[in-house]
C-alpha cells in the first residue's frame, strides 16, 4: 500500500503472534517500524528480522520513545499488546485491574499523547486490536470480555468523534487466532476458537483490505458480521446459544 510506504509506524505487544505479523507486513509494505513488547528478547528478535527499531517496555509508557526513534512523528499507532484474562464474576480484582488497564487505558493513554499532533496536522491512523469478544462475548473469561467491549468502544468512540479531522480508526475483531493467547484460553479456546483459528498473518492481510477500503470494523472471520447482528436483532435467541455453549464447555469438564 502506497499509504504507508515510508509512514512511521508503532506495533505495541509485537514480540509474537498477531503484534509481529501486523509489524512484519508494514514492514513489507515499506514503513518504518517501531517493535514494541514487554519481553526486551522478543521485541529486538522482530526487530532484527524485519529492519526495525526495538522499543521494549510498557505499551502505556512508550509513546514518547517511540516517537523519537521514528524521527518525531507517529504515522500509525496499532495498539496490539493485550491481556488474556480467564475467570468468572468472582476473578480477583487485581485481575479485573490488570485486564482493564492493559485492554483499555493502554489505548486511552496512547490516544492521548498521539491526538494534538494528529488533530493539528490532520491526520493520524489508530488501529486497535479488540477480539470478536469485543463485540460478542467469550465464556470463561469475563474480564477479558469486558475489557474487550471496552477497548471496541474506545476505539468506536475515537471514530465518531474525530474522523472529521482526518483521523483513521479500525478495531481488528479476529476469533481464534493461532497464537500463544489461543492456547493460554485452555479448553474454552479449544472448544470455541479453536476450530475455525487462522494465522496471525491472516489478521494482517484483513487490516490492510481495510485500510484500503477505509473501513473501521476488521473482520478476519467474515461470519462474526452475522453473529454481531443476531446479538443485535435476537439478543434472547443469541443468549439461548451462547448458554448452549457454555453448558457445553461445563459438560467437558471445564
Known amino acids: 500500500m502506497s499509504s504507508v510506504q515510508g509512514a512511521g509506524v508503532v506495533?505495541?505487544?509485537?514480540?509474537?503472534?498477531?503484534?509481529?505479523?501486523?509489524?512484519?507486513?508494514?514492514?513489507?509494505?515499506?514503513?518504518r517500524v517501531v517493535v514494541n513488547d514487554l519481553d526486551p528478547g522478543r521485541t529486538k528478535a522482530v526487530a532484527?528480522?524485519?529492519?526495525a527499531v526495538a522499543v521494549p517496555g510498557d505499551a502505556s509508557a512508550v509513546v514518547e520513545e517511540a516517537r523519537e526513534a521514528l524521527g518525531g512523528?507517529?504515522?500509525?499507532?496499532?495498539?496490539?499488546?493485550?491481556?488474556?484474562?480467564?475467570?468468572?464474576?468472582?476473578?480477583?480484582e487485581d485481575?479485573?485491574?490488570a485486564a482493564w488497564d492493559v485492554n483499555v487505558m493502554a489505548h486511552v493513554r496512547a490516544a492521548?499523547?498521539?491526538?494534538?499532533?494528529?488533530?493539528e496536522?490532520?491526520?493520524?491512523r489508530f488501529v486497535s486490536t479488540v477480539s470478536a469478544a469485543g463485540?460478542?462475548?467469550?465464556?470463561?473469561?469475563?474480564?477479558?470480555?469486558?475489557?474487550?467491549h471496552g477497548a471496541y468502544a474506545f476505539a468506536e468512540w475515537l471514530s465518531l468523534t474525530y474522523r472529521h479531522r482526518g483521523l483513521k480508526v479500525h478495531a481488528i475483531c479476529p476469533q481464534g487466532v493461532r497464537t500463544d493467547m489461543l492456547t493460554a484460553a485452555g479448553s474454552a479456546g479449544d472448544l470455541v476458537l479453536a476450530p475455525t483459528a487462522i494465522?496471525?498473518?491472516?489478521?494482517?492481510d484483513a487490516l490492510f483490505d481495510a485500510m484500503a477500503a477505509d473501513r473501521f470494523l476488521v473482520l478476519p472471520h467474515p461470519e462474526v458480521a452475522d453473529y454481531y447482528r443476531a446479538r443485535a436483532t435476537d439478543p434472547e435467541r443469541w443468549l439461548g446459544g451462547m448458554n448452549h455453549i457454555q453448558r457445553t464447555w461445563e459438560g467437558a469438564g471445564a
Open 11 to 31: 506495533v505495541t505487544g509485537a514480540g509474537g503472534g498477531i503484534g509481529a505479523a501486523l509489524a512484519r507486513r508494514f514492514a513489507a509494505e515499506g514503513a
Open 48 to 51: 532484527e528480522e524485519i529492519g
Open 73 to 92: 512523528t507517529v504515522d500509525v499507532w496499532c495498539a496490539n499488546a493485550g491481556l488474556a484474562s480467564p475467570g468468572d464474576a468472582f476473578a480477583e
Open 95 to 97: 485481575v479485573w485491574a
Open 112 to 119: 492521548r499523547a498521539l491526538l494534538p499532533d494528529w488533530l
Open 121 to 124: 496536522r490532520g491526520s493520524g
Open 135 to 148: 463485540l460478542l462475548t467469550m465464556i470463561g473469561a469475563a474480564p477479558y470480555s469486558v475489557s474487550k
Open 199 to 204: 494465522e496471525p498473518g491472516d489478521v494482517a
